[in-house]
């Protein structure tokens, strides 16, 4: 099965950058929909962002669209998230997830629900200062 590992978080001001990453490891030929999930402090686990297998659907949460990029490099096995324009309630542990299938949520613009991903990270914290 696959292995996911998130790097990248830490803390940043408001306004500033970050760019996480999620390595997948081992049998990554079945991780088609990839996506970032975020847990704020306190809250319930939320999609941020979703990407198709060839990057063609992209679906963001409302509150992050137009600050935040999701990309994925096949090749490298690497998902991305650059992270722009940072406030402080991004704050929270970032986690990526993949599905072992293909799913059509994203072509709804929508993210695919939790239940379709298999394989998840341990998270990687990101902390926003005011």
């Known amino acids: 099965q696959a292995q996911l590992v998130e790097s990248g978080g830490g803390l940043v001001q408001t306004g500033g950058s970050l760019r996480l990453s999620c390595a997948a490891s081992?049998?990554?030929?079945?991780?088609?929909?990839m996506g970032w999930f975020r847990q704020p402090p306190g809250k319930e686990r939320e999609c941020v962002a979703a990407?198709?297998?060839?990057?063609?659907?992209?679906p963001y949460a409302d509150s992050v669209k137009g600050r935040f990029t999701i990309s994925r490099d096949n090749a490298k096995n690497t998902l991305y998230l650059q992270m722009n324009s940072l406030k402080p309630e991004d704050t929270a542990v970032y986690y990526c997830?993949?599905?072992?299938?293909?799913?059509?949520?994203?072509?709804?613009?929508?993210?695919?629900?939790?239940?379709?991903?298999?394989?998840w990270g341990r998270g990687t914290q990101v902390t926003v200062s005011s």
């Open positions: 990407i198709s297998w060839r990057g063609g659907s992209t």
């Open positions: 081992g049998r990554t030929y079945n991780t088609y929909t």
């Open positions: 997830a993949a599905t072992f299938a293909p799913t059509i949520a994203p072509m709804r613009g929508k993210c695919p629900s939790e239940d379709e991903y298999i394989y």
